[in-house]
């Protein structure tokens, strides 16, 4: 609406201009066009720039999330570090239990990342965006044409991981495929060993196997 405001004021001031004969009533109507531009100028301004007519609003949303891999007796969520920095990651996981393709999360500036464990067998992505919405219906019904209703001004996803999941990096990854590749390659003996028990145990246990193949794994990966 304030768009509309904006070209009648200017039309209104063009009018008063090329018009209006009498040059106090002229030049009255043109200031008052003017000042009426300049100031849906600035209340667009204040709005696209500072946000005028809105609050921030935080909105939570918990969604369960399947491993990358399910051949495993374990859940996968697997990550890649992004930029020089690392701190921030692109997580790896399944958004359906069914799903034959995994989905790749990728944070923007506005999103900060961060792994939680937690009790349970499943896992979980947790998202608090704080978003601006207008105040109210006036402020919409001014600004609402800018489409920036529910704007995220910043984010903070947590992937909440239980004790039956492991988290691994890329490279991590990697790395535990090509030991257990030469596990397999040599015979080695306990690999094959834990393998088949660990299968065993899945069929009554499957919690604690998941627990079990994890502890391994990363002890494997600790002294690989």
Do not use: C
Request: avoid cysteine.
């Amino acid at each position: 609406m304030i768009i509309v405001l904006l070209i009648l004021f200017v039309i209104l001031a063009f009018l008063s201009i090329m018009l209006v004969k009498d040059s106090k009533v002229r030049i009255a109507a043109t200031v008052v066009s003017f000042i009426a531009v300049a100031g849906s100028l600035v209340l667009i301004t204040g709005n696209a720039h500072d946000h005028w007519g809105m609050k921030v609003k935080t909105v939570t949303t918990k969604v369960q999330i399947y491993s990358a891999q399910d051949q495993n007796t374990y859940g996968v969520l697997a990550y890649q570090p992004i930029g020089t920095s690392g701190r921030e990651k692109a997580y790896v996981y399944k958004a359906q239990a069914n799903s034959l393709k995994t989905t790749v999360a990728k944070p923007d500036l506005k999103t900060t990342t961060s792994i939680e464990h937690v009790d349970g067998n499943q896992a979980f992505q947790v998202t608090k965006a704080k978003e601006y919405v207008y105040d109210n219906g006036f402020y919409q019904f001014l600004f609402g044409w800018a489409g920036n209703n529910h704007e995220v001004k910043s984010k903070v996803v947590t992937y909440q991981v239980p004790s039956t999941w492991i988290a691994l990096s890329a490279e991590e990854g990697a790395k535990l495929k090509s030991i257990l590749a030469a596990k397999t390659a040599a015979k080695d003996a306990d690999f094959i060993s834990f393998i088949q028990q660990n299968k065993q145990e899945a069929v009554d246990n499957p919690e604690q196997a998941a627990r079990d193949a994890i502890a391994y794994y990363q002890n494997v990966l600790n002294n690989g």
